[in-house]
């Protein structure tokens, strides 16, 4: 039985290893690109391997980038003041209310028993 089971994962295997590799419904030859090793020996040591500038240099920022940080910031602020701004609408609240309306009632109604 184990052996069953063995070439069983070993077909699977084969067949999704092939679907992978495979270029299905492509014009061009080769490997997929979503499967690639890449093409570069080892990594930079960089992150998202993009060497620094050079000393004295700064980065030259990339197009989207202040758009996506003043939306950041703008979204962030927004969020800040609107979550603290909004009414507490929570079931506990609503009952404190009610029970302090009732305690007052109570109260008015004592008050003018006497």
Sequence with gaps: MPSSTQS?????????RNRIFSRSGSTSAG???WATPGHEERP??????RTPP?????RKWEDWELPCYITSFLTIVILGVGLNAKPDLSIET???QKALERLEMERLAGDSSD
């Design 44 to 49: 930079k040591g960089y992150f998202m391997n």
């Design 8 to 16: 069983l994962t070993v077909a699977a295997k084969t067949l999704l």
């Design 54 to 58: 050079p000393p004295g240099q700064s």
């Design 94 to 96: 609503w009952a404190h």
């Design 31 to 33: 490997p997929s690109r």
